[in-house]
């Protein structure tokens, strides 16, 4: 870590309020790296699972499947003062509110956070916009996100509590990654002139959530690394610091004909994402600013990694 964020950290932890309970819906990527990098403020940490119990070093876990709820997991709420929301909403809706509203509704919520999506904004045909852009989802996960959004907004205004909207830019970092895809054979390079993604490195993601937790934010975010590019650069330059050949290019044509839904859902809509108020208002110092940096990171800090640049990828 830079000593620049360590001099931060050092600023921020003398003078931070104590945090004593942080309740974590939806234990996945995000929160564990969060939990990793920031668990040190809290006394207590509870984490969720849609299954079974992952393993979760010095994090309590129960089941919460979106539906159905640990009786244990109900009274651990009623401890939390701060609330990190990772689950996905679903068709019916935010699953959190939906099975656990009441609860929540008598914790001694201090501040909440809810990792959302840059989907919510759809297609501005690669203009630069900010958090006051318009929302028009071009996929049913957007507008599901949108929707939660708005629903925890509006619980936290019933409960006089900040509610931090953080909208996440294309999540990177170790062991999820464009080196990862290269190596699994499932890296791909579209054609489509003029479109761009945004991309944040999951370490700068656990900033600004701690952040958002220190200040008690209350709003929306983007939570962006400072270079939209194409989606293909980031898995050519990925194959260079490999040693190896990226993937042919294929057109916007035949990969609508072979790749699926999913994959090309995130072609459906192009927007330049600013982060200025990342940096003004959560005073977030990128680690990463672009995925350059960031693959390189990644790169110098895995072995298995550094292995197969060596060999050129090969097994």
């Known amino acids: 870590m830079p000593q620049r964020m360590h001099l931060t ?8 309020a104590p945090m004593s309970v942080l309740l974590c819906i939806g234990l996945g990527y995000c929160a564990r790296h969060y939990t990793a990098a920031f668990g040190h403020r809290f006394q207590r940490i509870v984490g969720t699972s849609r299954g079974v119990k992952p393993q979760a070093d010095g994090i309590e876990l129960f089941v919460f499947d979106g539906v159905r709820a640990d009786e244990s ?73 949108l929707a939660a959004e708005r629903a925890w907004q509006a619980f936290g205004r019933e409960r006089n509590v900040p509610v931090a909207v953080l909208r996440l830019a294309g999540i990177y970092g170790p062991g999820q990654n464009a080196f990862v895809r290269l190596l699994e054979g499932r890296a791909h390079r579209i054609s489509k002139p003029g479109h761009v ?58 990969a609508e004909r072979t790749l699926s839904a999913f994959v090309m859902s995130f072609y459906r809509g192009c927007a330049r994402v600013r982060n200025d108020r ?15 940096e960031g693959l390189v990171a990644i790169l110098r800090s895995d072995d298995a990694l550094r292995r197969a ?3 050129g990828g090969a097994d």
């Open 309 to 311: 640049a060596a060999r």
């Open 73 to 145: 997991l109900r009274a651990a709420i009623a401890a939390c003062d701060h609330l990190l929301v990772s689950a996905a909403p679903g068709e019916a809706g935010d699953p959190v509110l939906g099975a656990l509203r009441t609860e929540l509704s008598t914790a001694p919520l201090q501040s909440i956070v809810y990792l959302s999506s840059l989907g919510v904004y759809g297609d501005h045909g690669g203009a630069w916009i900010d958090e006051t852009a318009e929302t028009v989802p071009a996929h049913g996960r957007g507008g599901a996100r």
């Open 278 to 292: 990342l940096k003004r208002m959560l005073g977030v110092a990128l680690q990463y600013p672009t995925y350059r």
């Open 9 to 16: 950290l050092a600023v921020l932890d003398a003078n931070v």
């Open 197 to 254: 993604f945004n991309r944040i490195h999951v370490a700068d993601i656990a900033q600004a959530i701690d952040a958002a937790f220190v200040r008690r934010f209350d709003g929306i975010v983007n939570v962006t690394d400072d270079w939209p590019a194409p989606p293909g650069d980031q898995i050519a330059f990925a194959a260079s610091l490999l040693g190896i050949d990226p993937p042919p290019e294929l057109s916007f044509a035949e």
